[in-house]
C-alpha cells in the first residue's frame, strides 16, 4: 500500500512545514541541515501522510510472504546429517535451504524464515563464524555433547584461538532435528 | 636483576626490576587492605527535576562522610530522594549495617547536571595520544591464592606505573587465550601514560597462553567457563597483594595505588573473567569494569543459573557497576559476536563500543591478525586505549565532562566506532524496549503499523546458551516505499523537561543505511507535529555512514541516535508541538532501494 499518494488530508497535512523559532515555548536555533531537511521532507511528501493510523494501519503484522524451498535438501533425521546439509548449503549460500535447516521440514519457508537464515549463517560475524565451524568439521575436531533431554543435543566445534571451541545448539521437534533458535 | 626469594610466609618472591626489596605475606583476609566497601553508582539527577533511587533492601544506611546534592535525602533503609538543587557530582561513604549484624562502608556515586545538560560540552574529549607521564614498567613475580578454587598460584605480573604518581588508579589486566601477559605494551603502556597504573597478570593456570599450555586442562579446553571465572579468582588474589604492597611503609610499592579506584580489565577470555568478576563486583570492590573482545559467559549453559559447580551462576543482569564494553567490528575469534549482548542487560552506566575494522587480536603488539582487519594495529590500540583511558577518568577522577562521549551522544554517528550507552537518570522514561510478552503494546501504549512488518526477536545470532537470556529488539520490516512504526501513548506524555530522545538502531541489509531515509515524526494530543530527520543517503549526522574511510561493513551493529529536543525538532505545523502532551512517535522509514533494504532494528526507546 502507498501510503502517501491517496490518503485524505489529515488534520494538520498541508500545512507547510516551518523551522521552529520556539517549539513548546522554547527559542532554539533550528540546525543549519534544517533547510535541507525540510526540502526532503516535502520532495518526499511526508508531510502529507496521514496522522491517523488507526484507519489504515493494522494492530498486527501483515502475513509473512511465502517462499518456495530451495531445490537443495536438508536432512533432519540426525544431528550429524542436518550439520553436513547445513554446511553444504552455506558454501553455496543457499539461503533457502539455511531457512528450512532452521525451520525443519513442516510448512511453507517465509520470509522471516528467510531473513533469520541471513541473520544467522550470512551476517559478516556469521559467515566467519560458520566458515571456522565448517573447516573444523571437515577436520574431524567435533565432539558431539548429549543435551540436557534426548531431543537436544551440543556440536562443539574445536576452533582453536581465543575462542577454543563453538558450542552449536540442535533440538528436536517431533522426529525432526533443527538448529536451536 | 635476578629472582630474590623472601623466607618464611612471603609469596611475593621476586622483584625482577624493582630495585627494592619486597617483603609481603599471605593476603590473611579476602578483601582489599583498608576495604573502601562495594560501590554504588546512583541513577543520575537534573537540576530541579524530582528524583529517586534506592540501595539494596534488608541492610540500614548512614552518611558517613561526603555528602549528596541540597536537597537530595537518604533514608536509613537506603530510598533516596527529593529535588537536587546543585550540580556537580556527590561522592559519599555510608556506613552499612546488614540484618545480621555484619557492619562494612560502602561508595556512593550521585551526577547532577543543569537540566538541560548544558554543563555537558559540545565536544568530546580524546586521549588517542599519550598522556603526560612518563612509564615505570616492572615485573614482579609473585604467589597468591586463587579466591575460586584455594589454588596456590604463581604467576608474573607486569606493572606500568605513571612515573612519580601516587594512589593511581589501578587496573588490573587479564590476558586472553593464546596471549602472553607481556604481549599488550603498547596498549597498556599508552594507558598508563595518561597516569593510569595498570597490573597485567599471567596466570598460566586458567587457560592457554602464546607461549605455555595451560596448567589446568579442564579449565582450559574441557570447562572453559570455569578457566574464566578461576582467572577472575586469580585477579582478585594479586590485587590483594598489590594493594598490601601499596599499604606497607617499607614497600618500594607504598602507596602506589589507591584502593578506592580499582577496575578489572580482560582481553578475550580474560574478558570473560571481567564478566564473572562483574557477578561478584560488589565483593570485589570494583569502581568499574573493562570488557574487551570479551567471552559472555552466559554462553555457557553451565553459568546459566545455579550454575553447574564449580562455575558460579551469572545471572541475567549483573550489579550496576560502571561497564566498558569493546567489540571489534570484524573480529575474526570472537565472532558472534557475543559481547554485544551485554549493553541490552546493562543495569549501571554501560557503554559499549565496536570499534570498525577491528579485530580479535590487533589490540595486542605480535599476534597478527585473524580477522578482516582494515585498521591499522596501532590505531586500534589507540581507540581501545582512548576509551579506557576516558572511562577510567570519568570513574576514578570524576571528570564528569566525559558523560558527553560515555553517555550522551558525543560519538553519534561516528567515522571510527559505533557508541550504544545506558545512563540512566532518575527522569529516564523508556518507551519501548520490546521486553514484555505482547508486541502489540509498548510500554506506555499501543504500537501500531503501516505497510511493514514489526516482530520483536533478538538479531543477534544464536550461539552457544544465549538465546536463554529471552532478549528481544523491535524488528521492522518495511513492505512498501514509505513505512511507519507507531509508538502510541494511553495518555498524554510530558516529556518538555527531558533534553534528548534516544533510540537504539541497527540494520541488516548489506548496504549499511545507504537504502533510503529513516525520519521520526512526534505528534502531541492537539495532533501538532515535529519531525526528526535521522538519516538520508549520504549520511546527515545520526546514523553511521556506509563506506566511508574504506570499511563496508557498518551494519548490524547497534549505535545509539540521540536527538535533542531544543535544537533538532522541525515544525511541522503552523502551531508549535507540545511536549507536554506528546501522544505519538512515529519511525518512518523510506525504502528507496527496494532491493537492498532489509529490516531495521530498534531498541531502548526513551527519553532522557
Not at chain 2, 62 to 79: E, F, I, K, N, Y
Not at chain 2, 93 to 115: D, K, Q
Not at chain 2, 302 to 316: K, T
Not at chain 2, 333 to 357: E, H, K, S
Request: hydrophobic share 40%; net charge negative; proline share 6%.
Amino acid at each position: 500500500m502507498g501510503c502517501a499518494d491517496d490518503a485524505p488530508p489529515p488534520p494538520g497535512a498541508g500545512v507547510a512545514p516551518v523551522v521552529s523559532e520556539a517549539l513548546a515555548g522554547r527559542a532554539p536555533v533550528a540546525p543549519v541541515a534544517s533547510s535541507a531537511a525540510l526540502a526532503s521532507l516535502q520532495r518526499l511528501k511526508l508531510d502529507a501522510l496521514p496522522l491517523d493510523l488507526g484507519s489504515a494501519a493494522a494492530l498486527g503484522a501483515p502475513a509473512a510472504r511465502e517462499l518456495d524451498d530451495s531445490s537443495r535438501a536438508i536432512a533432519h533425521e540426525t544431528p550429524e546429517a542436518l550439520i553436513e546439509d547445513t554446511l553444504a548449503a552455506l558454501a553455496a549460500g543457499d539461503v533457502l535451504a539455511l531457512a528450512r535447516a532452521l525451520r525443519g521440514p513442516g510448512g511453507a519457508l517465509t520470509e522471516d524464515d528467510a531473513a533469520r537464515a541471513e541473520l544467522r549463517f550470512l551476517a559478516p560475524s556469521a559467515q566467519q563464524f560458520w566458515g571456522r565451524v565448517a573447516e573444523a568439521v571437515r577436520e574431524g575436531n567435533v565432539d558431539w555433547v548429549p543435551g540436557e533431554t534426548p531431543d537436544e543435543a551440543w556440536l562443539v566445534a574445536h576452533v582453536g584461538g581465543a575462542a577454543g571451541s563453538y558450542r552449536i545448539r540442535l533440538r528436536r521437534e517431533g522426529e525432526a532435528w533443527v538448529l536451536a533458535s | 636483576m635476578g629472582p630474590r626469594k623472601l623466607n618464611g610466609k612471603a609469596l611475593v618472591v621476586m622483584g625482577c626490576a624493582l630495585a627494592g626489596a619486597l617483603a609481603v605475606s599471605l593476603p590473611s583476609r579476602a578483601v582489599p587492605v583498608n576495604d573502601p566497601g562495594p560501590f554504588f553508582p546512583l541513577v543520575g539527577g537534573h537540576r530541579g527535576a524530582a528524583y529517586q533511587d534506592a540501595l539494596p533492601r534488608g541492610a540500614t544506611y548512614q552518611l558517613d562522610t561526603g555528602r549528596l546534592p541540597a536537597g537530595v535525602r537518604l533514608a536509613s533503609d537506603g530510598r533516596l530522594s527529593g529535588t537536587p538543587s546543585e550540580t556537580g557530582l556527590f561522592e559519599a561513604v555510608l556506613s552499612v549495617r546488614e540484618a545480621g549484624g555484619l557492619s562494612y562502608p560502602a561508595r556512593i556515586s550521585l551526577t547532577v547536571h543543569e537540566a538541560d545538560e548544558s554543563d555537558l560540552p559540545a565536544q568530546a574529549r580524546s586521549f588517542r595520544s599519550s598522556g603526560s607521564f612518563s612509564v615505570d614498567q616492572e615485573d614482579l613475580q609473585v604467589r597468591i591464592r586463587s579466591t575460586f578454587d584455594q589454588a596456590e598460584v604463581r604467576t608474573l605480573v607486569r606493572l606500568y606505573r605513571p612515573s612519580g604518581k601516587r594512589n593511581a588508579p589501578l587496573i588490573l589486566f587479564h590476558r586472553g587465550r593464546g596471549f602472553d601477559y607481556d604481549m599488550y605494551n603498547t596498549l597498556l603502556g599508552q594507558i598508563a601514560s595518561h597516569g593510569i597504573a595498570v597490573a597485567s597478570v599471567q596466570d598460566t593456570l586458567s587457560f592457554a597462553g602464546g607461549s605455555f599450555g595451560a596448567q589446568s586442562f579442564d579449565y582450559d579446553f574441557i570447562r572453559p567457563e570455569l578457566g574464566m571465572e578461576s582467572a577472575s579468582g586469580v585477579l582478585e588474589g594479586v590485587s590483594d597483594l598489590l594493594f598490601q604492597l601499596a599499604d606497607d611503609p617499607s614497600d618500594a610499592l607504598f602507596g602506589a595505588f589507591d584502593a578506592d579506584n580499582l577496575f578489572f580489565c580482560g582481553h578475550s577470555r580474560g574478558g570473560g573473567a571481567v564478566h564473572a568478576s562483574h557477578e561478584r563486583s560488589l565483593r570485589l570492590r570494583l569502581k568499574g569494569l573493562i570488557y574487551l573482545m570479551p567471552f559472555d559467559l552466559r554462553y555457557f549453559a553451565e553459568c546459566a543459573p545455579p550454575g553447574l559447580s564449580p562455575a558460579y551462576p551469572i545471572f541475567d543482569q549483573s550489579p550496576r557497576t560502571p561497564s566498558l564494553v569493546i567489540a571489534a567490528e570484524n573480529d575474526g575469534d570472537l565472532t558472534y559476536p557475543i559481547a554485544d549482548q551485554l549493553i541490552d542487560r546493562a543495569t549501571g552506566p554501560t557503554t559499549q563500543v565496536t570499534v570498525y575494522g577491528a579485530v580479535h587480536n590487533l589490540i595486542s603488539d605480535r599476534q597478527r591478525a585473524e580477522g578482516n582487519d582494515t585498521i591499522s594495529r596501532s590505531s586500534e590500540q589507540r581507540q581501545v586505549a582512548d576509551w579506557i583511558v576516558a572511562f577510567v577518568k570519568r570513574w576514578a577522577e570524576g571528570e564528569t565532562d566525559l558523560d558527553r562521549r560515555l553517555y550522551a551522544g558525543g560519538h553519534q554517528a561516528d567515522e571510527d566506532a559505533a557508541v550504544a550507552s545506558w545512563n540512566p537518570s532518575a527522569r529516564t522514561l523508556v518507551w519501548e524496549a520490546a521486553d514484555d510478552a505482547d508486541a502489540s503494546r509498548n510500554a506506555l501504549g499501543q504500537n501500531l503499523i503501516l505497510d511493514l512488518r514489526r516482530q520483536e526477536y533478538a538479531v543477534y545470532p544464536t550461539v552457544g546458551n544465549m538465546t536463554s537470556l529471552g532478549l528481544k529488539h523491535t524488528v521492522l520490516s518495511p513492505q512498501e516505499r514509505i513505512s511507519i512504526w507507531r509508538m502510541a501513548a494511553d495518555r498524554p506524555l510530558e516529556v518538555a523537561d527531558h533534553k534528548r530522545l534516544v533510540l537504539r538502531m541497527t540494520q541488516t541489509s548489506s548496504v549499511g543505511w545507504s537504502w533510503g531515509s529513516v525520519w521520526l515524526r512526534l505528534i502531541d494530543a492537539q495532533n501538532q507535529v515535529a519531525w526528526v530527520q535521522l538519516h538520508e543517503p549520504g549520511g546527515l549526522g545520526h546514523l553511521p555512514e556506509f563506506g566511508a574511510a574504506g570499511h563496508g561493513s557498518r551494519h548490524r551493529r547497534f549505535a545509539d541516535v540521540h536527538v535533542d529536543l531544543e535544537r533538532e525538532l522541525l515544525a511541522g505545523s503552523a502551531t508549535p508541538l507540545n511536549l507536554d502532551q506528546l501522544l505519538a512517535l512515529d519511525v518512518i522509514l523510506v525504502r528507496d532501494d527496494a532491493q537492498n533494504a532489509r529490516s531495521v532494528v530498534v531498541d531502548a526507546v526513551r527519553f532522557e
